[in-house]
């Protein structure tokens, strides 16, 4: 069983900058498909980004350009940089992890999450 644990999140002005870590357990994280998704309130699942374990990188185009997906197979750490946040991008942030090569932007094909981490962007 593969397990999540998200980290990073907390309150900062537009403009400015948050890295979220993921770091997994209990699961082969260097062949496991991983992505980012968020949830605003009163809004569904969004897909953010997701990287495949070769490396490929895939992103929602209003981020694309502003956050990096990235991954320490060493560490089995999943990470998200984020860059010039907006007040938009404020959301509970998951790390969500699937056994398949190819990403997918459904939150339903992602069999294992993180519990969130609370990202707020405001002035």
């Known amino acids: 069983q593969v397990q999540l644990l998200e980290s990073g999140g907390g309150m900062v002005q537009p403009g400015d900058s948050l890295r979220l870590s993921c770091v997994t357990s209990g699961g082969a994280f260097s062949s496991l498909t991983m992505a980012w998704f968020r949830q605003a309130p009163g809004k569904e699942r969004e897909f953010v980004a997701a990287?495949?374990?070769?490396?490929?990188?895939y992103y929602l185009r209003s981020v694309k350009g502003r956050f990096t997906i990235s991954r320490d197979n060493a560490l089995n750490t999943l990470y998200l940089q984020m860059d010039r946040l907006r007040p938009e991008d404020t959301a509970v942030y998951y790390c969500?992890?699937?056994?398949?090569?190819?990403?997918?932007?459904?939150?339903?094909?992602?069999?294992?999450w993180g519990q969130g981490t609370q990202v707020t962007v405001s002035s």
């Open positions: 990287i495949k374990y070769i490396g490929s990188t």
């Open positions: 969500a992890a699937r056994d398949a090569m190819v990403p997918t932007t459904t939150p339903a094909d992602y069999p294992f």
